[in-house]
């Protein structure tokens, strides 16, 4: 068997917690494999909502295992409260999740750290959700992270080496260090927490799944234009985002990668700063905003709000190798008389349909209008029911990304769903 990966193809919030969620039922094990507590995974059925931050969105489908794999980076305070949220709503999970020890630890103060690199860039600021995720990633990186397995012994020593390392850095910065004891307390309770949880060796665990005949499928954070190598650096998160991230964050081979689950929203949506070509700053933006409720589930933040951008689409099936798509949000566009889809870019007055290398200025973009469909999709549940210019949108996209779409989804319910 191999790893089916879902992942998101824009600036993250495509809707990826309400898809897996859907396909859970056709797969034995779900994981997440990289990415943190910065993500927001909502999910809705039965008139309940939930978000998910580190915990994989397969969670509500009775009988699956759930992994955090090694790629993730875990807050325990967070984990901590997540799960007893979740037991609160009868959903207790002790025996269906289990973490990889290789999964790196975010410390308080790599959350102390991100606030300070970020204040610290002033108007240049990445606007990060302020979960340490940079600076945990960063301290893999350089090797001086702590992992979930570092529990196991002489943790107090590895942490205060690591914490007094970080002080150092925050005291370089002039950032107050008042309210860290708090913090700290919060974090060695988070850290009891997960320790009635199982701690594996992930990568064993899915390879020994595979070979048992397991369907897997991995769950993606953030989206292809928020990856550390491929996104709008350096507006974008620390992680690999992208299909490859699949493999690192799993211990998963290339060969063992199945089918790439591309998901998109009919619109595009970005959160924090960076460039973002087919934003709409008008009254279109403000609409998209309001129909689509595009405020972060994880911050509140109001989300820009724009066309779809299929330059970076196409870029974005590229790097994935994407052999599925599945389009969300689509009622959100129901009431527009027309609708742009942004088919290349003119730079310097040059027209190009691959993406380019720094999009942060100059970029023109080109647009194709399609007639509106002006229709409640909300209640459809079948394709035969899509009013005929929706169904030619969806003609149109396919086209243009060469990739067919096989998911639409019409709402945020998990029985407004639509396959093809
Ligand atoms: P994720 O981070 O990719 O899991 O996405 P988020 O949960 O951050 O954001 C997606 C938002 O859109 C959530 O509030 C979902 O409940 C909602 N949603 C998902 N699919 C649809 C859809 O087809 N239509 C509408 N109107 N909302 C949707
Ligand atoms: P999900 O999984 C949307 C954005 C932040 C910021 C940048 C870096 O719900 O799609 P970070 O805290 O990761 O260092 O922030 O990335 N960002 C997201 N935007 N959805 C997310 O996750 C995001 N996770 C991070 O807004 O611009
Ligand atoms: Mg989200």
């Given at each position: 068997?191999?790893?089916?990966?879902?992942?998101?193809?824009?600036?993250?919030?495509?809707?990826?917690?309400?898809?897996?969620?859907?396909?859970?039922?056709?797969?034995?094990?779900?994981?997440?494999?990289?990415?943190?507590?910065?993500?927001?995974?909502?999910?809705?059925?039965?008139?309940?909502?939930?978000?998910?931050?580190?915990?994989?969105?397969?969670?509500?489908?009775?009988?699956?295992?759930?992994?955090?794999?090694?790629?993730?980076?875990?807050?325990?305070?967070?984990?901590?409260?997540?799960?007893?949220?979740?037991?609160?709503?009868?959903?207790?999970?002790?025996?269906?999740?289990?973490?990889?020890?290789?999964?790196?630890?975010?410390?308080?103060?790599?959350?102390?750290?991100?606030?300070?690199?970020?204040?610290?860039?002033?108007?240049?600021?990445?606007?990060t959700t302020g979960k340490g995720i940079g600076p945990t990633y960063t301290d893999k990186v350089s090797?001086?992270?702590?992992?979930?397995?570092?529990?196991?012994?002489?943790?107090?020593?590895?942490?205060?080496a690591a914490t007094d390392r970080h002080k150092e850095i925050l005291r370089q910065y002039h950032y107050?260090?008042?309210?860290?004891?708090?913090?700290?307390?919060?974090?060695?309770?988070?850290?009891?927490?997960?320790?009635?949880?199982?701690?594996?060796?992930?990568?064993?665990?899915?390879?020994?799944?595979?070979?048992?005949?397991?369907?897997?499928?991995?769950?993606?954070?953030?989206?292809?234009?928020?990856?550390?190598?491929?996104?709008?650096?350096?507006?974008?998160?620390?992680?690999?985002?992208?299909?490859?991230?699949?493999?690192?964050?799993?211990?998963?081979?290339?060969?063992?990668?199945?089918?790439?689950?591309?998901?998109?929203?009919?619109?595009?949506?970005?959160?924090?700063?960076?460039?973002?070509?087919?934003?709409?700053?008008?009254?279109?933006?403000?609409?998209?905003?309001?129909?689509?409720?595009?405020?972060?589930?994880?911050?509140?933040?109001?989300?820009?709000?724009?066309?779809?951008?299929?330059?970076?689409?196409?870029?974005?099936?590229?790097?994935?190798?994407?052999?599925?798509?599945?389009?969300?949000?689509?009622?959100?566009?129901?009431?527009?008389?027309?609708?742009?889809?942004?088919?290349?870019?003119?730079?310097?007055?040059?027209?190009?349909?691959?993406?380019?290398?720094?999009?942060?200025?100059?970029?023109?973009?080109?647009?194709?209008?399609?007639?509106?469909?002006?229709?409640?999709?909300?209640?459809?549940?079948?394709?035969?029911?899509?009013?005929?210019?929706?169904?030619?949108?969806?003609?149109?996209?396919?086209?243009?990304?060469?990739?067919?779409?096989?998911?639409?989804?019409?709402?945020?319910?998990?029985?407004?769903?639509?396959?093809r």
């Open positions: 068997m191999k790893v089916d990966v879902l992942l998101g193809l824009q600036w993250g919030d495509e809707g990826k917690g309400k898809i897996v969620d859907v396909l859970t039922p056709g797969y034995d094990v779900v994981t997440r494999f990289q990415g943190g507590p910065n993500a927001g995974h909502t999910l809705e059925f039965e008139g309940q909502k939930f978000v998910l931050r580190s915990i994989p969105s397969g969670i509500f489908q009775g009988g699956k295992i759930n992994v955090i794999g090694n790629g993730v980076v875990l807050d325990p305070a967070l984990f901590k409260a997540e799960v007893e949220a979740l037991a609160k709503s009868g959903h207790p999970l002790t025996e269906r999740l289990k973490i990889s020890k290789k999964a790196h630890l975010i410390l308080p103060t790599h959350r102390l750290l991100d606030a300070a690199y970020e204040s610290a860039k002033g108007a240049g600021k990445i606007g090797r001086n992270g702590l992992r979930v397995g570092d529990l196991l012994h002489d943790f107090e020593a590895k942490y205060k107050s260090l008042d309210g860290l004891e708090a913090i700290e307390e919060e974090w060695f309770a988070g850290v009891e927490c997960l320790r009635q949880f199982e701690w594996i060796d992930s990568e064993h665990a899915i390879n020994h799944a595979l070979q048992a005949g397991k369907r897997v499928l991995a769950e993606g954070a953030q989206g292809t234009m928020l990856d550390i190598d491929f996104g709008s650096y350096p507006f974008v998160t620390s992680s690999n985002t992208v299909c490859a991230g699949a493999c690192t964050g799993l211990g998963v081979a290339p060969r063992n990668i199945g089918e790439v689950y591309g998901i998109f929203k009919a619109y595009c949506t970005r959160v924090g700063s960076g460039p973002f070509p087919t934003e709409l700053s008008d009254a279109t933006g403000d609409k998209l905003r309001a129909t689509g409720h595009e405020f972060g589930a994880v911050t509140g933040r109001p989300r820009r709000c724009g066309w779809v951008d299929l330059v970076a689409l196409r870029y974005a099936v590229m790097i994935n190798g994407v052999t599925r798509l599945i389009m969300m949000k689509s009622d959100v566009l129901d009431d527009f008389d027309t609708i742009k889809a942004c088919t290349a870019y003119r730079v310097n007055g040059v027209e190009t349909r691959d993406f380019p290398f720094d999009i942060s200025e100059g970029i023109e973009p080109v647009y194709t209008e399609l007639p509106g469909w002006k229709t409640d999709m909300t209640h459809m549940q079948t394709e035969a029911e899509f009013p005929a210019e929706f169904a030619a949108y969806i003609r149109f996209l396919e086209q243009e990304l060469q990739v067919p779409i096989k998911i639409v989804s019409v709402g945020p319910d998990r029985a407004q769903t639509i396959m």
